[in-house]
């Protein structure tokens, strides 16, 4: 004990040395700097090669063009007045950043086999801030799938809500998701460690998480069980605030407020953990 | 004072010990040699004195601060290249620089000259603006120690720096961590295989062997004590580790080392 306030003390003398205790606004600004950091570098690489964003349009022009066109015709599902595809168009988006996002966790595990997660976890940067770049990153990377999903959606005639809060409304939703959804699957990869393991649990948790959501038919379709898997799905609430901000005439089901407080409650709470977790992937 | 202290330090895996009760003081601007077979605890070492590992027992100090405790503190002290490739290949050398610069605090009007400095020390000012995926093995070492004592830390933990270099990379490697010595007094601590590495860098060497420090001193009194005339280091490794040959690493980090050699050469 001694031997430790001495220690402490004697290090004082050392100008790199810093205070022990940061007073809280510092360690806030601290903080939020770093996150900029960790996710200006993410941006950085993105900037050096784009070809990752072109390849993430085939799989909702996919969804739109084979799956969307056919069930518009069939008229099989009853959305309430509003052309299948309309319907069809919150629900890719919301599907495609999920995608995206559910298979972050390989760059972290491809960033541990390396030792660029070591060099990250020694460096004076808070965990949370961490975590929490990255989780940005994955959010300004899946801005890319609106853009996507807003030029599939004009070319085949959806009727979308051009109102300037409603855009920056669908923005905040998809960035939020993204980083949810990466944040996830960031704990995941802290849990399984290897590739292998990962590419698994990825895949089969991808599907039920997007069947038991409101993505491809509304809520008073499923089964009662179904509903109450999708009710703690945050997909669905992903799902229904894009609905109500893209399309014109949409009435939400939770409104609008209470999607935005779950999608932020749950992206909070995941980071939480991701924060205590991410040190114990070099472990 | 010393730069790096630890009493008893100590870590078990389950039923493994895989460091146990590692004593060492090093002092300032020493440079402090890890040796051992694969397996010896090394990596572990280097790990719980890098804040990444908490110690099942036992104590460590880095400048004086309790590297459980103070974590935070300690890694504004330390820097670290870690055995394998730790910069990031899709970004340029400058921009890998630059984010360090900014985790590390460097306030941004010293950015800019601190940024040129350290890539002229290590030979990649004209390198600078290329990604990094098209570095040779040898300029990725070198940037991994310029990035990693941009901040000027007092003790570099530096592991296998030179592994899978060819030999004019790996001298190149070694003048920079003299000039490192020479200009700024930075306290080393590395792990290696390489005997001529140990041999020319370090003033002390330990080597470890199933956990334990079995013997450290400086290289001619540890070539002196073999009781052998003119043996070298290779020699002494052997008296002091030699009936470990089946004892050593397991698939995993035998695969692991061979990917970062080719990763590097």
Redesign the interface.
Known sequence: MR??E??????GW?S???A?RLSLTASVA?FV??TF??A??EV??LR??FTELITRAAQPALWFVLFGEVMTRARAIPTGGVAYRDFLAPGILAQSVLFVAIFYGIGIIWER????T?????????RGALVLGKALSAGVRSLSQALIVYTLALLLGVKLNWRPLALLGVLAVVVVGAALFSTFSLIIACLVKTRERFMGIGQVLTMPLFFASNAIYPLDLMPGWLRAISAVNPLTYEVDALRSLMIGDWQSSFGVGVDFAVLIVATVVLITVGARLY?RV?? | ?NVLETTALTRRFGKLTAVDALTVAVGPGEAFGLLGPNGAGKTTAI?ML????PPTSGKA?I????VN??A??V????G?V???????G???GY?NLL??A????IPARERGPRLSEALKMVGLTEAADK?VRQYSGGMIRRLEIA??TL????LLFLDEPTVGLDPLARQAVWNHIERLRADYGTTILLTTHDMEEADQLCDRIAIMHLGKVVVADTPARLKASVGKPGATLGEVFIHYAGDSLESGSSYRETS?GRRTARRLG
Do not use: C, W
């Open positions: 031997l430790q001495e220690g402490a003390r004697r290090g050392d790199a040395t810093p022990t601290g700097k770093k950091a960790i200006e570098l950085r690489k050096h090669d086999d390396l030792g660029i070591n060099k990250f976890l020694v460096s004076p940067t808070p040190p070099v472990v | 004072m790990k890098t804040t990444l590992l100090f400048a004086g601060l309790d405790r103070h935070p503190a890694r504004r002290l330390i670290y870690p055995q394998m490739v730790s910069v990031d899709s970004l340029t921009e984010i360090f900014k985790l590390y605090d990604l990035q990693s901040h000027r830390p007092r692991r």
